[in-house]
């Protein structure tokens, strides 16, 4: 379930920023062309007609061509091996960790993937690791790779939004963030019975919305 979303400070920083838990589902009429995305399924015409950029904006506070740097502190190593390997060019070199630092080429962008909601660096480690010691801003090309709609929608359930089991179907393991008595209460709006345990609720609402 996503915890937080980043956002920009007055720095011009990507921040983030907690959110608040507090899920509750109701079912609600189809949306209209410009509806809120939570409310949209993953196939309506709705959401195919919005442009990537929009999607990464809704579920994750910017777009790829938002992003042109980030700190080295904003940033999580993805391939320990290659981080090594930069560690131990710089060791071999004779130079200090900021000489070293120094003689890279810090214009050039490294790659790094938005992915788990976290920065990864995914090539140019040496480029990382000198900016690190230096202290000193990347540039980026960034790839986001996680999926905006199933985002957007535990976004939505994390703020208490109504989100419809319809769009709920195209996630069904998202209903256990829901507790025994909002699973309860959901199970008899859709007219099923709703004692039982929490896992008897849950298979009760899959088999209910395979069907949807």
Same mark, same amino acid.
């Given at each position: 379930?996503?915890?937080?979303?980043?956002?920009?400070?007055?720095?011009?920083?990507? $921040?983030? %920023?907690?959110?608040?838990?507090?899920?509750? /589902? /109701?079912?609600?009429? =189809?949306?209209?062309?410009? @509806?809120?995305?939570?409310?949209?399924?993953?196939?309506?015409?709705?959401?195919?007609? #919005? /442009?990537? @950029?929009?999607? +990464?904006?809704?579920?994750?506070?910017?777009?790829?061509? @938002?992003? /042109?740097?980030?700190?080295?502190?904003?940033?999580?190593?993805?391939?320990?091996?290659?981080?090594?390997?930069?560690?131990? !060019?710089?060791?071999?070199?004779?130079?200090?960790?900021?000489?070293?630092?120094?003689?890279?080429?810090?214009?050039?962008?490294?790659?790094?993937?938005?992915?788990?909601?976290?920065?990864?660096? +995914? +090539?140019?480690? *040496? &480029?990382?690791?000198?900016?690190?010691?230096? =202290?000193?801003?990347?540039?980026?090309? #960034? %790839?986001?790779? +996680?999926?905006? *709609?199933?985002?957007? $929608?535990?976004?939505?359930?994390?703020?208490?939004?109504? $989100?419809?089991? &319809?769009?709920?179907?195209?996630?069904?393991?998202?209903?256990? %963030?829901?507790?025994? !008595?909002?699973?309860?209460?959901?199970? *008899?709006?859709?007219?099923?019975? &709703?004692?039982?345990?929490?896992?008897?609720?849950?298979?009760?609402?899959?088999? *209910? #919305?395979?069907?949807?």
């Amino acid at each position: 379930m996503i915890t937080h979303r980043w956002v920009q400070n007055s720095k011009g920083e990507y $921040v983030a %920023e907690a959110l608040g838990h507090k899920p509750v /589902t /109701t079912e609600v009429a =189809e949306p209209a062309a410009g @509806d809120e995305i939570w409310r949209m399924k993953a196939t309506s015409p709705e959401y195919a007609a #919005l /442009t990537i @950029d929009e999607l +990464d904006r809704a579920a994750f506070g910017f777009s790829r061509e @938002d992003i /042109t740097t980030l700190q080295p502190k904003q940033l999580k190593i993805k391939w320990q091996v290659d981080y090594d390997n930069a560690v131990e !060019t710089q060791n071999a070199s004779g130079l200090t960790q900021v000489e070293w630092a120094k003689t890279i080429d810090l214009s050039k962008p490294i790659d790094v993937t938005y992915e788990d909601g976290v920065f990864k660096v +995914d +090539d140019g480690y *040496h &480029r990382y690791y000198a900016a690190k010691i230096l =202290e000193k801003p990347l540039n980026v090309s #960034l %790839e986001i790779k +996680d999926k905006p *709609h199933r985002t957007i $929608v535990e976004k939505a359930l994390s703020e208490g939004k109504p $989100v419809p089991l &319809r769009v709920l179907a195209e996630y069904p393991d998202l209903l256990n %963030e829901y507790s025994i !008595t909002e699973l309860s209460e959901i199970c *008899h709006k859709q007219g099923l019975l &709703r004692s039982g345990s929490k896992s008897d609720l849950i298979n009760r609402l899959e088999r *209910h #919305l395979q069907g949807r």
